[in-house]
């Protein structure tokens, strides 16, 4: 059984910081990408970063990039630090796995955790 739980999410103010970790298991992950996804109230859910598998590649959406570093801490487990953190980052955050980077960030994955309430109070 394939699960990816998230963790980390929680109240934070305005400027402030938070780390969102996800850990995998159920079926190896050394060859698939790690991601985060979010969906904020009355939006679609949107890419936020991915990670390869080798945790070499990465890649951002526009509003994650220069405040949010994914890192890959070992093959099942991916971490978010979110800094600087605004009103609109709030959202509920969804750990993903999906064949590459590339696919992740562009394409359904193919396995998504039941997400984390990151809220940012203004």
């Known amino acids: 059984q394939v699960q990816l739980v998230e963790s980390g999410g929680g109240l934070v103010q305005a400027g402030g910081s938070l780390r969102l970790s996800c850990a995998a298991s159920?079926?190896?992950?050394?060859?698939?990408?790690l991601g985060w996804f979010r969906q904020a109230p009355g939006k679609e859910r949107e890419f936020v970063a991915a990670v390869s598998w080798s945790g070499t590649t990465t890649s951002y959406s526009d509003s994650a990039q220069g405040r949010f570093t994914i890192s890959r801490d070992n093959i099942n487990t991916v971490s978010l630090q979110m800094n600087s953190l605004n009103s609109e980052d709030t959202a509920v955050y969804y750990c993903?796995?999906?064949?590459?980077?590339?696919?992740?960030?562009?394409?359904?994955?193919?396995?998504w955790g039941s997400g984390t309430l990151v809220t940012v109070s203004s």
């Open positions: 159920g079926v190896p992950f050394s060859r698939y990408a």
């Open positions: 993903a796995a999906g064949v590459n980077v590339g696919m992740l960030a562009t394409a359904p994955p193919k396995y």
